[in-house]
């Protein structure tokens, strides 16, 4: 069990995931930022989807930046911490210019 949360563009193609394991309380930062907490199931996602457009995901990248990643510590050096925050920025800016591009994308929290 784990979270694998998935985004896609209009045409169905994936352009972004992020995973996490079912422990791993990093997933709410995600389902936080992009004001989804209803699709957090406990040890998994809820199995639903729902769309975004570029406001929505410009204020979940303005809310990752202002609410969590200026709070880092400097000497945080865990690997899955650095991994976590590596797929989490990735995963907001894939969809946010995905829906630069087309308007919308799609996320499935599985």
């Not at 193609?13 to 990093?26: E, K, L, P, Q, V």
């Not at 894939?94 to 499935?108: A, D, H, S």
Request: charged residues 20%.
């Amino acid at each position: 069990m784990g979270h694998d949360i998935s985004g896609y563009n209009r045409a169905g193609d994936s352009i972004a995931y992020a995973r996490f394991s079912m422990g791993n309380h990093n997933s709410y930062i995600l389902y936080d930022v992009l004001d989804c907490m209803k699709f957090h199931a406990g040890v998994s996602g809820s199995g639903e989807m729902t769309v975004f457009n570029r406001e929505q995901l410009e204020r979940a990248s303005n809310v990752f930046q202002d609410k969590y990643l200026q709070f880092i510590p400097p000497n945080l050096t865990s690997e899955a911490s650095l991994w976590d925050i590596k797929q989490m920025t990735d995963f907001i800016q894939n969809c946010l210019e995905t829906t630069k591009r087309e308007g919308i994308v799609k996320v499935y929290f599985g």
